[in-house]
């Protein structure tokens, strides 16, 4: 078998001469200075010829201008193809474009906002679903009750996991401060369903988390049973007497002060 050998053409010299009808092209189209030095040229086919030129302006750093030149077969004239501003090494370039859904992000929905929910989400499940004895009995009571999808295994086990890691779980500076867990407090009420194994709803109106999902291992101050400590006794200050007085009769002393014995000193 035998190579095929493409052959390639020379870049035409007229084409490649013409770096002021490109400079000139490029400057028409950018502020006056910013299409800098020639930094080399590029040919695309016969008598096709693209010029590069450095981009001054501190916007586009690493950017370059190209400029397609051109002539007709047998003709003399240069002429302008085609002039653009493209991206080169290290060129700041935007992110790569993304659906709005997956930009998306917890907290960004506001009021009038419409979040359309895939046929396919993962997270939801069919209505008439099948359930066997392990499963979410809340489920079947909602069929036929206007609800076309529940939530599906994946949906729980998302929600959970977000849930007990969140701000409303155990691993939070309050939970760990709490004199008990939600679980043995009054205030919990738990979910329906295969959920009410591990969360409930805090509805105690003084607490930080009323109206929200909390774990049962999560906890606060106002814990329904939160033993209310005594308050300290305060000791009394010691009274003193400074009006009465008593007589203290003075012992007699070892030394007898009347002697005249010399003591072996001056």
């Known amino acids: 078998m035998t190579r095929t050998r493409t052959r390639v053409s020379p870049p035409d010299q007229a084409c ?27 040919a695309e086919g016969d008598r096709i010829v693209t010029h590069y030129f450095a981009c001054q302006d501190r ?10 030149v051109t002539r007709a077969s047998r003709a003399k004239n240069v002429t302008v193809s085609e002039a653009v501003l493209l991206p080169g090494t290290g060129a700041m370039l935007a992110p790569e474009w993304l659906p709005w859904s997956e930009r998306l992000r917890p907290g960004d929905l506001g009021v009038g906002d419409l979040l359309p929910t895939p046929d ?38 998302r929600a959970a996991r977000r849930w007990h890691s969140g701000e409303h779980g155990p691993h939070t500076p309050i939970a ?26 805090c509805a105690n109106e003084y607490a930080p988390d009323d109206g929200k999902v909390v774990t049962a291992d999560h906890g606060c101050g106002a814990h ?10 305060e000791q009394a200050m010691p009274i003193l007497d400074d009006l009465g007085f008593d007589l203290i009769e003075e012992e007699a002393g070892s030394v007898d002060e009347s002697a005249t014995e010399e003591l072996g000193h001056s």
């Open 224 to 233: 329904s049973e939160a033993a209310v400590m005594p308050p300290p006794v």
């Open 176 to 201: 760990h401060a709490a004199p008990a867990q939600c679980s043995t407090c009054g205030f919990y009420w738990l979910l329906a369903g295969g959920l009410r194994q591990e969360f409930g709803v």
């Open 120 to 157: 396919d989400d993962d997270r939801l499940a069919p209505g008439f679903t099948e359930a066997g004895d392990d499963s979410d009995h809340q489920m079947i009571f909602e069929y036929g009750l206007g609800r076309a999808r529940v939530l599906s295994a994946i949906g729980k086990d």
């Open 59 to 68: 916007a586009y750093r690493g950017w370059r201008w190209a400029v397609t």
């Open 16 to 42: 490649v001469a013409a770096v002021d009808v490109a400079r000139a092209a490029a400057e028409e189209l950018a502020r006056p200075g910013e299409p800098g030095e020639h930094l080399g040229y590029e």
